[in-house]
């Protein structure tokens, strides 16, 4: 015992350290209490706390992943949203050829022509927004040159890839340059690029697009009666259909994939979403604290802890009672 120090008695010693553990004790428990955990640094269970750790910032990383995810379903969604769109469009163009089809042979059919003409030029304008308006936070899957990859865990060793698809109307095979079916030389001077020109001459016209390179597409179709009366008139109707059906056909076969792709994506988010409780209960359960066990613990440390300071006072009467021997 060093110079200074104070002698205490072995009951009062005895009865000290008890309560200075109960004190350390309270400490503990107040401390699961407030924060729900009996594991909160790596000094109360090493082996818990770390694996925890690991749960929880797995968790995190899949989370983020998630993310992802759902931001190229919505990517997905929008671009067969426009494929859905398109398709109703080039539905509407083969009933206009419908009715220039059975309106050819009619009496005045130059101005219902005229009116298919521009209605058709319009529906190929359209088409083409369309696409344009397809994008989703700037990427379009209605452009061959896009290419997305979606990881599905944190290594990036599990993945999704997927690209677009020419969705232009050539791409799609709406409107090619030099397809047999006619076309007018100079007739869309003065438009510029995005542009559509419908021109119309002596029995027929010329559903013609600007791209946007400069370059001229155009579908020709000649209402004349010295073409297009019986077999002659009825290939150009059907060379037209046929381009509609190709367009039909391609739009049919990419959004099959792309709904193989939202099904993917879905599941895999669903399957994270899984992942990620699965950790996190885990993680819990490796050091969340029993809160009706902490509190009947606190009811005890604090009926010791009274128990202590009690028993304390009895040993230090012993010591009062010498220095009475003196008074």
Do not use: C, H
Request: aromatic content about 4%; glycine content about 10%; cysteine-free.
């Amino acid at each position: 015992m060093g110079v200074g120090d104070i002698a205490l008695t072995t009951a009062m010693r005895s009865n000290l350290v008890s309560l200075q553990q109960t004190t350390e004790l309270m400490g503990r428990t107040q401390q699961r209490l407030s924060t729900g955990n009996r594991v909160n640094t790596a000094l109360d269970n090493p082996a818990n706390y770390f694996i925890a750790r690991a749960n929880n910032q797995r968790a995190d990383l899949l989370n983020g992943l998630k993310d992802n995810i759902g931001q190229a379903i919505q990517t997905i969604k929008q671009t067969d949203n426009t494929v859905k769109s398109i398709t109703t469009l080039i539905e509407n163009l083969r009933a206009q050829i419908a009715t220039a089809r059975t309106a050819r042979t009619q009496v005045g059919s130059a101005a219902l022509m005229r009116g298919i003409a521009s209605g058709m030029a319009n529906i190929y304008k359209q088409i083409d927004n369309l696409r344009l308006d397809s994008t989703y936070n700037g990427i379009s899957l209605m452009s061959s040159g896009v290419a997305m990859k979606i990881n599905f865990n944190e290594n990036a060793t599990t993945f999704l890839k997927f690209s677009g698809f020419a969705g232009t109307l050539s791409g799609l095979g709406l409107i090619t340059s030099g397809n047999g079916l006619g076309t007018a030389n100079g007739v869309i001077s003065g438009r510029t690029a995005g542009q559509i020109a419908t021109v119309i001459y002596t029995g027929g016209f010329d559903v013609a697009y600007v791209n946007s390179a400069g370059g001229i597409s155009s579908q020709s179709v000649n209402f004349s009666s010295a073409t297009m009366t019986g077999t002659a008139g009825d290939i150009r109707f059907e060379r037209m259909e046929s381009s509609l059906n190709i367009a039909l056909a391609k739009l049919q076969k990419e959004s099959t994939t792309l709904a193989a792709n939202l099904s993917i994506l879905t599941t895999r988010q669903v399957y994270i979403t899984d992942t990620v409780n699965t950790l996190t209960e885990g993680a819990t359960k490796l050091t969340v604290a029993d809160t009706n066990e902490e509190g009947a613990n606190m009811l005890l440390l604090q009926t010791r802890q009274s128990l202590g300071v009690t028993s304390l006072s009895l040993a230090s009467q012993s010591a009062q009672s010498i220095l009475r021997l003196f008074g």
